[in-house]
């Protein structure tokens, strides 16, 4: 698979995308009226000021190495023990005011911008393990660009306010995605051999298949067509068996970065999505409802 632009990959590129989406959020918090505040935004339950009170809190949180314990009412937008933790620095800003939380990123930021950018840093450099166990800044950086980028867009998306689509922060996002298609799209529920394709149009430009493919054990799994490698179909251990893929269909589709990362994301129903299919408008439909990335 290639993206081009290509997603950040040493510090240095790592450190300038999560700058550029970070800012990108301080930039339209400090430019909100204060009603725009209130705006529901695509992601379940959260207004724009929750979507600033979530990237502040965890950031602020980077920077000071303590996240709060704060306790949560059951909102029905909260899934799993993941989804309450991230809940907690949303219900503790619920009483500021969205330009209190604003000034509270313009303070933070400059703080996580300067420990990021310390010349002694290198990928390996250890960081609090509070999320998924990411423990240095190689794992953790590319984890918090995507999150940040998203949030970005959900806030873009309730004000109006389109743009960065072709960013750093935006490719490394489409790669998230496309990365995961394969074992997504193993789980769509498509018969053997089914090979279906994505194309991002722009602006971030990527291309990714999958061919459905049978295990020994008669499960499927997505293997990936642009991997350069040729296939091999599969052999059953037990009696040496050659398990012979069947020729199938091929669907395409074609989707811009935007509508891609807006289903990646998990926002936008595929009902609701905009994309062409040359194929099996059914396959799309399936593989697309298995996408998202988020939790």
């Keep these: ?23 990108a959020v301080l930039d339209l918090g400090l ?13 379940p339950g959260w207004t724009v000021k929750d979507q600033i009170s979530h990237v502040v809190g965890l950031e602020s949180g980077f920077v000071t190495g303590e996240f709060n314990q704060v306790e949560v009412p059951e909102y029905p937008w909260i899934r799993s023990d993941f989804g309450r933790f991230m809940e ?24 996580r911008l300067r420990a990021l ?6 990928l390996d450099t250890p960081v609090t393990p509070v999320l998924g166990g990411l ?13 940040i980028w998203c949030h970005e867009q959900d806030l873009r998306e309730a004000l109006g306010r389109p743009g960065n689509l072709d960013s750093p922060a935006a490719a490394a996002f489409v790669n998230t995605v496309l990365q995961a298609f394969p074992a997504r799209a193993a789980k769509a529920g498509l018969q053997p051999g089914t090979s ?15 061919r459905i493919t049978p295990k020994p054990d008669g499960t499927l799994w997505g293997e990936s067509l642009f991997s350069g490698q040729a296939h091999v179909d599969e052999t059953d251990e037990t009696t040496g068996e050659v398990i012979i893929v069947p020729k199938g ?13 807006r289903r990646g994301a998990g926002r936008v129903p595929t009902a609701d999505l905009r994309y062409t299919v040359d194929g099996d408008p059914s396959v799309a439909a399936a593989v697309l409802n298995r996408l998202a990335v988020t939790p």
Excluded: W
Excluded at 33 to 40: A, L, Q, S, V, Y
Excluded at 117 to 122: A, E, H, S, Y
Excluded at 135 to 147: F, H, K, M, S, Y
């Design 88 to 111: 907690q620095a949303v219900e503790e800003r619920r009483s500021r005011t969205g330009h209190e939380v604003v000034q509270e990123l313009a303070h933070v930021l400059p703080r």
């Design 117 to 122: 950018r310390d010349p002694g840093n290198t």
């Design 196 to 210: 279906v394709i994505i194309e991002s149009t722009g602006p971030v430009l990527a291309r990714e298949g999958v």
């Design 249 to 261: 269909s091929i669907t395409t589709i074609r989707l811009t970065t935007e509508a891609l990362t």
């Design 31 to 43: 430019t909100c009226r204060p009603e725009d505040f209130g705006k529901p935004t695509q992601c």
């Design 1 to 23: 698979m290639s993206t081009r632009p290509l997603p950040p990959e040493t510090l240095d590129e790592l450190v300038a995308a999560y700058a550029g989406t970070a800012q």
């Design 135 to 147: 423990a240095t800044l190689g794992e953790q950086l590319p984890v918090r660009i995507i999150d």
